[in-house]
């Protein structure tokens, strides 16, 4: 039996799935005293942070708050942060936290999962650095730790919570030139920012350097996705529609599959277009990762096929 084809415009949607793993994530809320030094430490926290493949954690914003919904009437941010282990997450928070946001000027950080049973700490590891003149007081229920700091103090949460998350829901944009190629993946990252949940810990929300699990060197774990490699055409088996000369992917970490399932029908739609011959997305065979995204399926449970 032929497999059914679904275009969105002049765009076909491959008939085929990603791949997804369970992650562990952590949600901290961080305010600052203008979105200028905000957005400061919440880029050095989310520094580094793409994939678990070679990073300590896949992290990026999930939002930005307004100070009339912040926890302390400030501009605020919440950063979601995943891991495969709750012991990893633990530490990629806790050292981010004091690297890059203990030392940014005016920041404080609280706890986005204050309802998880599961917690690690947070304030009660940066609470040290005080070195013994660190304070901590107890609000609605939930402490919070005051470090000295030479412009006033760092207001930490004591720990937060960490739930079930899922890792590596993805589309894979294919365009007939690299112009079409960006334009078409900035559309789909802009369309995802606006999903509560998600992030694209990717640069700008997206990679080029898709991977594939092993290679030919046996100290790497992973490698080029050579099947959506242009370069490597007649070279090896391809994933490329005829014509298509850049190939770009966008990963996306979310709360639950349900989340997943919206960011990456709102993505598809948005990416879709002129230009953009063909959207796929990238798995393993379906023996690593225990949730598949099946496009099609997506696409009409959105009601867009």
């Known amino acids: 039996m032929a497999k059914a084809v679904i275009h969105l415009g002049s765009t076909e949607i491959i008939d085929t799935f990603a791949e997804a793993f369970r992650l562990r994530f952590a949600r901290l809320v961080v305010t600052a005293h203008d979105t200028s030094w905000l957005k ?49 997450l633990a530490e990629a928070v806790a050292n981010r936290t004091g690297q890059c946001l203990l030392t ?44 000295p700091v030479m412009d006033g103090e760092f207001l930490v949460e004591e720990n937060c919570g960490v739930a079930k998350g899922v890792g590596g829901g993805n589309v894979v944009i294919q365009g007939i030139s690299l112009e079409a190629a960006l334009a078409s993946a900035k559309r789909a990252v802009s369309v995802i920012a606006a999903v509560p ?53 966008i990963v996306i970490d979310g709360e639950n599959e349900r989340v997943i399932c919206e960011a990456m029908a709102a993505a598809i739609q948005a990416a879709a277009g002129e230009d953009i011959p063909a959207i796929s997305a990238g798995n393993y065979g379906g023996k690593l990762g225990k949730f598949h995204f099946y496009l099609h399926q997506i696409l009409t449970d959105a009601g867009l096929a």
């Open 104 to 147: 940014c000027p005016t920041t404080a950080v609280f706890d986005g999962l204050s309802q998880s049973e599961e917690r690690i700490p947070l304030g009660q590891r940066i609470r040290f650095f005080g070195d013994g003149f660190e304070k901590t007081k107890v609000f609605d229920g939930r402490r919070y730790w005051r470090v």
């Open 40 to 88: 400061a430490g919440v880029q050095s926290f989310c520094g580094y942070a793409t994939s678990v493949i070679g990073c300590d954690a896949e992290v990026g914003v999930e939002r930005f708050i307004s100070p009339d919904e912040s926890p302390d009437g400030r501009p605020g941010a919440s950063i979601l942060a995943f891991a495969f282990t709750t012991d990893s």
């Open 197 to 249: 949940g998600v992030i694209t810990p990717f640069p700008g929300g997206v990679v080029r350097s898709g991977s594939k699990v092993g290679s030919r060197y046996a100290a790497l774990k992973a490698s080029t996705n050579d099947a959506f490699c242009p370069s490597l055409l007649a070279r090896v088996p391809t994933q490329l529609h005829p014509g298509v000369v850049a190939c770009l992917e």
